[in-house]
């Protein structure tokens, strides 16, 4: 039985990236069907809208999707699209695991996940100019929104987590110090969840500049992180920092009845086209994305003959190497089992 998966290139170097994944994918014997679909600027590039209804249609009749990497223009322009799937879908889940993988870095055997909370806080997108006198933009606000709701479910997803991957420990990541009422319902809601794990996984609550700081001086001591919004948006960019940069870190976007799979980084524009992307985190998302259709054995497949390749001297620019995208990709192909 095979199942079928939306595949969403991406821009910038998405359409590499994905191009490799779907290469690995396949070499290592998957049981997925792609169904390709466009977003974002490929879309607009072809006179249709960021998201059109033909991709809409097909993720939610396959319920999973891997998606590479979409541009958002800055200031001007439509909302981030990423957003929107995340609304749309209601994939209130961001699960970045950060895990060392290639030796000689700063650390070595970092393993800790960041899930982060997809819909609710400052990403909300209520926000507004206030104009004053002649300046139409003197002052802007943007509103922060967390319902009791939202942050049991997703503090409920990471014990749930924990559980099933047999991990100890759960730190809730807040604000709850300065902002007294979405962090402090945030983490009131959170220690509540906590107490139905008692006995189970360890719980401790870390308030976020002080988590920023420990993560840089003794990242060991965290084992998976739950947070709203925007903390989680930066912690799990500051986490893949930790283990060699973005071109190693996946993520899941989880909800009730769809999964999007990605990489934590963007587009890329600096170097796209140039052929030289790290693929990994890509490939890595796909292996997300194989766990959770229930084809494990493949993924461990993947993950081992990508740790093969990178512990080899076939490494892209970003890890110090000269390799190209392709040369890579063709590295883990042949280290398959
Ligand atoms: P970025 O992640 O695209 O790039 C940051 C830096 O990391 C750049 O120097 C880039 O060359 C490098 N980098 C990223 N991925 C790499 C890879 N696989 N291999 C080698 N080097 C890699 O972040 P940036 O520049 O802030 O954003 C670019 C665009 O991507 C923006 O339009 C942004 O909105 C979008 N973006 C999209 C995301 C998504 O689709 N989930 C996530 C983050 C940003
Ligand atoms: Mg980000």
Redesign the pocket.
């Known amino acids: 039985m095979t199942t079928p998966v939306t595949l969403m290139a991406?821009?910038?170097?998405?359409p590499q990236?994905s191009e490799a994944a779907v290469r690995v994918v396949e070499a290592a014997g998957a049981k997925v069907e792609w169904d390709r679909q466009l977003a974002?600027m490929a879309a607009i590039e072809r006179g249709l809208g960021p998201l059109p209804d033909e991709t809409f249609d097909s993720i939610c009749a396959n319920k999973v999707a891997l998606?590479?990497?979409?541009?958002?223009?800055?200031g001007e322009g439509f909302r981030?699209?990423?957003v929107a799937l995340r609304k749309m879908f209601d994939l209130y889940a961001n699960v970045r695991p950060a895990k060392s993988l290639v030796p000689g870095g700063r650390y070595s055997d970092i393993d800790l996940v960041v899930i982060r909370e997809n819909t609710e806080g400052l990403y909300v997108g209520v926000e507004h100019f206030i104009g004053m006198e002649k300046d139409p933009q003197a002052a802007a606000e943007s509103v922060m929104i967390v319902t009791r709701f939202g942050a049991e479910r997703i503090v409920r997803f990471a014990f749930d987590y924990a559980v099933a991957h047999q991990r100890r420990k759960v730190t809730l990541v807040h604000k709850a110090n300065i902002l007294k009422c979405t962090q402090t319902l945030f983490l009131d809601a959170g220690r509540k969840v906590a107490t139905e794990y008692e006995g189970r996984i360890e719980f401790e609550d870390r308030i976020v500049d002080n988590t920023a700081m420990l993560l840089v001086v003794d990242p060991y001591q965290f084992d998976i992180i739950v947070t709203e919004n925007m903390f989680g948006d930066i912690l799990s960019d500051e986490a893949a920092g930790l283990i060699g940069?973005?071109?190693l870190a996946p993520?899941a976007n989880i909800g009730k009845d769809a999964a999007i799979f990605?990489?934590?980084?963007?587009?890329?524009?600096?170097?796209a086209g140039q052929g030289?992307?790290?693929?990994?985190?890509?490939i890595l998302a796909a292996c997300m994305l194989l766990e959770h259709i229930d084809q494990s054995e493949v993924a461990a497949r993947i993950r081992d003959a990508l740790l093969a390749a990178l512990r080899g001297d076939v490494r892209?620019?970003?890890l110090g190497g000269k390799a190209t995208t392709q040369e890579y990709t063709d590295r883990i192909i042949e280290e398959l089992k």
């Open positions: 991406g821009d910038g170097i998405g990236v974002g998606k590479g990497p979409l541009t958002t223009p800055v981030s699209i990423n940069g973005l071109g993520g990605e990489a934590v980084h963007g587009s890329a524009p600096d170097i030289i992307a790290n693929p990994s985190a890509l892209t620019r970003d």
